[in-house]
């Protein structure tokens, strides 16, 4: 078939103030690719990108970038039909999450904030029902808390092979399978006649609720600039907290109920994610901007019969089997060879383990000790409401010194508030160990909680900003690193807390863990005194800051 020009005017831009020269881009009466090649006159120099002004159905894609695979540096360049044309969004363009309105962006924020929300309960609420569930299977109190500990354990480690997913299918498949399989896990719980299918049922429940919840922080980071996403974080972490307190507290009054207790604590956790999986086939969309312009590029292939756009990267792509390969051993690596990465794992994997001990021993302190009942125990865990709240308000605090000091410190001025937590963690601790006495007004202990609650907010903020700002493209795997950290931290601990309390009582035990949060103090201030001399001597913090000079220098030689 013989094969048309069409006038389709593609606007080449020069360097070194070449003018602005215009060539006929070939295209195909029919849709088949034509076979006709366009000679062009283009100023010596390399020409690396090229607006695509009109095309086919522009109407549909006016505000896309598209540059070929190879530049061109001679006066007269044949460009190969068969050649690539890279999709990308032109600046402002209000398809690109980036641009999207503050409105647009809050909503968003909020609804993958949500699935958080709805999978943080989990644990806490399941230490709630023990004691009908103890009863009811005729287990014992061990393997209810190995139920307890599986569910962080799923949390921490499938992450690892599930996080690459997202680069094939998106965000907002991967939230929707993770909120319906979530709901039939707690569906599975709720109807277990023997505790083994209990432990099943949370090891899997703690997989698909990590596999969505790993990607918020993702999702935060598709659609708010750096200097942006303080806010949107705190209220992340806010939301984790508060809907774990309320969790808590709306447990003990089922557990408290003889015609509730256990199985309905899950049967309501099932109905909450199936009706979060319902709206949010109604109300999520894609973020993520590669998910976004791929699919742009195969509506152009579409629509003009071309087969040649695509996404930049898109030849160069890994196989899901190696992203997969690199998403299990790249955190690890970075756990223990990374300095920075290594000290907050530490840092976290302590903090973790002692919240979940914690939450755990909540119940028993306050019902042998000041003989609350199950509900009134509950209660308690408005610390966790309140320890948020004043965990988002030193957040606009460290903000502020963050905007004041990132021109001095860098990354490490959002530490501020990192270094006033590692002095008030032991504080907390010991606080609540010494003052958890019948002679003691329980006011006390619950005072020290409130400010541990307090400590754990803050320092799950400030690390996902913080490794974030030191490893930019890399920080997922910094992310994942941490991660399993802490998750590790929370399977781990209270596999043994009980036997500690029981054999040390409440006070010293929680007296050891106090220890060991006086020797962990000098961490954040290493961090903070020495992190640029810490970023120097890392292999990738070094190839990073590298890739950004020769980025700041291109832009300038671009721009003069």
């Known amino acids: 078939m013989a094969s048309t020009v069409h006038s389709s005017p593609i606007s080449v831009m020069g360097t070194d103030n070449a003018p602005e020269m215009t060539f006929m881009r070939p295209s195909t009466l029919g849709g088949g690719p034509s076979a006709t090649a366009t000679l062009l006159n283009v100023p010596i120099g390399p020409v690396k990108t090229l607006s695509l002004e009109t095309l086919p159905d522009a109407h549909k894609s006016a505000s896309t ?38 409105l647009r962006k809050w909503c968003i924020t909020l609804v993958v904030c949500a699935f958080n929300g709805i999978t943080s309960p989990a644990t806490p609420s399941f230490a709630m029902g023990y004691g009908s569930m103890i009863q009811d299977l005729n287990c014992t109190r061990f393997q209810a808390t190995v139920a307890y500990c599986l569910y962080s354990l799923g949390f921490g480690i499938v992450p690892l092979f599930t996080s690459a997913l997202s680069e094939e299918v998106g965000r907002r498949p991967i939230y929707l399978v993770s909120a319906f399989l979530g709901a039939m896990c707690n569906i599975l719980a709720a109807l277990s006649s023997n505790i083994q299918t209990i432990m099943v049922a949370r090891i899997l429940g703690g997989a698909f609720a990590s596999t969505g919840a790993i990607l918020v922080g993702g999702t935060i980071a598709d659609i708010w600039e750096p200097h942006e996403r303080g806010l949107p974080m705190a209220v992340f972490s806010m939301v984790s907290m508060v809907t774990t307190g309320l969790g808590s507290i709306i447990s003990a009054w089922l557990e408290l109920d003889p015609h509730l207790q256990w199985r309905w604590i899950q049967r309501i956790q099932a109905i909450v994610q199936g009706t979060y999986f319902l709206l949010s086939l109604l109300i999520m969309e894609e973020t993520r901007s590669q998910i976004i ?16 756009y695509r996404t930049r990267g898109e030849e160069t792509r890994p196989k899901l089997s190696a992203m997969i390969k690199i998403s299990c051993t790249r955190p690890i690596m970075f756990v223990l060879t990374e300095p920075i990465v290594t000290s907050i794992c530490i840092w976290v994997f302590f903090m973790s383990g002692v919240l979940y001990v914690q939450i755990g021993s909540v119940s028993g302190v306050f019902k042998h000790l000041y003989h609350f009942n199950v509900g009134q125990s509950g209660l308690v865990f408005i610390t966790v409401i309140v320890g948020s709240i004043l965990g988002l308000c030193a957040n606009f605090y460290q903000d502020a010194l ?124 290493i961090l903070f005194l020495y992190g640029p001399s810490l970023r120097k001597r890392s292999t990738v913090c070094c190839q990073l800051m590298q890739a950004e000079e020769k980025t700041t220098m291109e832009s300038r030689d671009g721009g003069s």
């Not at 007269?76 to 363009?93: A, H, K, M, N, R």
């Not at 312009?293 to 040649?308: F, P, Q």
């Not at 609540?432 to 400010?451: H, K």
């Open 65 to 102: 970038i598209v540059s070929p695979t190879d530049s061109f540096f001679a006066a007269s360049t044949l460009i190969s039909p068969t050649e690539s044309f890279y999709v990308e969004f032109q600046c402002g363009d209000q398809r690109n999450p980036v641009n999207y309105s503050w």
């Open 293 to 308: 312009l791929r699919r742009i590029a195969k509506k152009l292939c579409k629509d003009t019969g071309d087969d040649r």
């Open 402 to 525: 963050y905007r004041k000091y990132v021109s001095q410190r860098g990354p490490e001025s959002r530490l501020y508030i990192a270094c006033l937590v590692a002095l008030l963690l032991p504080t907390s601790i010991f606080i609540y160990a010494w003052t958890a006495n019948p002679s003691i007004f329980w006011m006390w202990p619950v005072v020290g909680l409130s400010i541990f609650m307090f400590c754990s907010f803050v320092s799950y903020q400030v690390v996902f900003i913080y490794l974030a700002d030191c490893y930019g493209p890399m920080a997922s795997s910094a992310l994942a690193g941490q991660g399993l950290a802490r998750n590790l931290g929370s399977f781990g601990f209270p596999l043994f807390s009980h036997v500690m309390f029981k054999k040390l009582t409440y006070k010293w035990a929680n007296t050891i863990f106090g220890g060991i949060a006086v020797i962990l103090i000098p961490v954040p201030f």
